[in-house]
């Protein structure tokens, strides 16, 4: 499977301030997407990042929060924009890759997060 | 949207002990994956299901594809401490698409 980076891998940003998130991937991928899991809770999508378009945002967020680069097939940045505690979360990004002896089926692949505490 | 149902929550057992947890969904899902997270590390997968009613084992893990398309479990037998962690059961409608992800069984494991 893809071996996936992600820095930093915590932060503790004052209320206000931005913070970007930077994953890099060990191969190319076509499918990136970000998540949030906010403590004591499950993953929830924010968006697909494909290279060469522009990100596709879930329900409950946007652009203008949470801005997504996507340069080449195996780099993305995600931007917390004008950040407060409620953003205070783990962010993930993953990568669809294929699963390895099984055909042409692929699989989501996680990155170690980034810890984001706002204050 | 689409919503999964984790159960249970948590669980607390003996090393030496079986382990089932399962999740059920309103919609049907054409991908179910297993993932573990440990404090601090992002989810690990354990198992990818492509197929209604399949059943596949990692080392002492199994899962099932339900036949319905709406439901799976995972079976951990003769549980470890390093068991512990909290798994997430998530379900994929099409390749490329979201995973909708259930709400994580937190699983305890007594030596």
């Known amino acids: 499977s893809a071996v996936i980076s992600q820095k930093p891998s915590r932060d503790i940003c004052q209320r206000g301030t931005s913070l970007t998130i930077q994953c890099q991937v060990d191969?190319?991928?076509?499918?990136m997407f970000w998540y949030r899991q906010q403590p004591g809770q499950s993953l929830t999508l924010i968006a697909t990042?494909?290279?060469?378009?522009?990100?596709?945002?879930e329900s409950g967020f946007v652009i203008d929060k949470f801005p997504i680069s996507r340069p080449n097939l195996t780099f993305s940045t995600l931007t917390v924009s004008n950040m407060s505690p409620e953003d205070s979360s783990i962010y993930l990004c993953?990568?669809?890759?294929?699963?390895?002896?099984?055909?042409?089926?692929?699989?989501?692949?996680f990155g170690p997060g980034t810890r984001l505490l706002v204050l | 949207g689409q919503q999964l149902n984790q159960s249970p929550q948590s669980m607390f057992i003996q090393e030496g002990e079986d382990v089932s947890m399962n999740c059920t969904s309103s919609?049907?899902?054409?991908?179910w994956l297993w993932y573990k997270q440990d404090p601090g590390e992002g989810p690990v997968l354990l198992i990818a299901?492509?197929?209604?009613?399949e059943l596949t084992s990692n080392g002492r893990l199994t899962a099932q594809f339900g036949i319905t398309r709406k439901d799976s479990f995972l079976n951990i037998s003769a549980s470890i401490p390093s068991d512990v962690g909290i798994y997430f059961c998530?379900?994929?409608?099409?390749?490329?698409?979201?995973?909708?992800f259930g709400e994580g069984t937190q699983l305890t494991v007594n030596p």
């Open positions: 993953s990568v669809e890759d294929p699963v390895r002896g099984a055909g042409y089926q692929e699989t989501q692949y």
């Open positions: 191969s190319q991928v076509t499918m």
């Open positions: 990042a494909n290279q060469g378009s522009e990100a596709t945002y």
């Open positions: 919609s049907i899902f054409n991908t």
């Open positions: 299901l492509y197929k209604a009613g």
């Open positions: 998530a379900g994929q409608s099409t390749s490329g698409s979201r995973l909708t």
